[in-house]
């Protein structure tokens, strides 16, 4: 374990440092001058000298990745537009001069937005995903398996833009059954935290719950012919009861291992639903950046979001290997 352990850290840190070369020299070596998108068109020559200075851009380019690394680690100091000295402590994903603030600050800011919206979101999908294709597996064949197929073809098909402006227009102003979407801080009020995001939760929730309908529906049809379940079976034990407890930990190894993906992807920012949504989260952020040519926050969310694919793509790893003792770690 240890070894495996120790082996998906170095995987993880090879895949970040590979992610933070492109996106350092996707958006720092591009043939406009980051210094004066970065400072902004208001900035005078001594400001955008100065800004560029501070970013390290008058350095060779390996010189300023390995310097960007550094400040990953240990921090850096990064002067204003008007030459006073920031320190950005580690780790220093940059100082965005749109917002006058380091990166990561900005990023923390917006990231309780971002796990709100991904929690919900994500029990929306076990139970709508997860649920209906445990009961579509179980009801083969039936009218109900064709019902919930219906759902899920549906589900894949629609857009988030759509049925989040859709929903909103029936919902919100049409009916008024649910509030305007907006984020309150749980600790403010739980009752509107929740109110002002369950309509983003079931949109977000419904269009991914589909992908997990049908991945769970097929992975409990492979598994229901295993010798473990006839087993189960054959000693007396109930066809639920034995497909709850044996044949669904059979097949949840590879819906773990979306799940993984799917948290590390919410995690990393819901960019579409946030956006749709008016939601200030670290995708509204990141959207925002890159219409804005901010770009250190644009660098800084492509590392937050690839932080968290890695980091959870490797923990339903480990959890795939304690639920299925086929799996092995090697």
């Not at 900035?43 to 990745?65: H, I, N, Y």
């Not at 917006?110 to 995903?129: H, N, Y």
């Not at 950046?289 to 480990?318: E, K, R, S, Y």
Request: contains cysteine; proline residues 5%.
């Amino acid at each position: 374990m240890t070894s495996y352990l120790l082996r998906r850290a170095l995987q993880a840190a090879a895949v970040l440092l590979a992610i933070a070369a492109a996106a350092f020299g996707l958006f720092y070596a591009a043939p406009s001058d980051p210094a004066l998108i970065a400072c902004g068109p208001k900035c005078d020559t001594a400001q955008v000298e100065a800004v560029r200075t501070s970013m390290g851009l008058d350095q060779p380019l390996v010189a300023q990745f390995l310097d960007y690394l550094g400040g990953l680690v240990t921090g850096r100091t990064i002067a204003d537009v008007d030459g006073t000295p920031l320190h950005c402590p580690a780790p220093c994903l940059g100082y965005s001069y749109a917002l006058h603030q380091p990166v990561l600050d900005a990023i923390g800011d917006r990231l309780p937005v971002t796990v709100s919206l991904a929690g919900g979101a994500l029990v929306v999908i076990l139970v709508l995903g997860v649920g209906a294709g445990l009961v579509a597996a179980l009801r083969r064949g039936t009218a109900t398996d064709r019902l919930l197929s219906g759902f899920n073809l549906i589900g894949a098909s629609v857009q988030i833009y759509f049925l989040g402006y859709l929903l909103q227009l029936l919902l919100v102003y049409g009916t008024g059954l649910l509030p305007m979407p907006q984020y309150v801080p749980l600790a403010d009020h739980p009752g509107r935290w929740a109110a002002g995001l369950l309509l983003p939760w079931l949109v977000l929730g419904f269009v991914n719950a589909a992908v997990f309908a049908r991945l769970t529906r097929s992975q409990m049809l492979e598994t229901m012919p295993e010798g473990f379940v006839r087993t189960a079976r054959a000693k007396g034990l109930g066809a639920l009861r034995a497909h709850l407890k044996y044949t669904a930990r059979g097949a949840a190894g590879p819906l773990v291992q979306l799940l993984g993906l799917e948290i590390g992807a919410l995690f990393g920012g819901a960019f579409i639903t946030e956006t749709v949504f008016g939601l200030g989260g670290v995708g509204k952020l990141a959207v925002d950046a890159v219409t804005g040519n901010d770009l250190p926050t644009v660098v800084g969310t492509v590392l937050l979001a690839a932080f968290f694919v890695v980091v959870f793509v490797a923990l339903a790893d480990l959890v795939v290997a304690w639920l299925d003792p086929r799996v092995r770690l090697t």
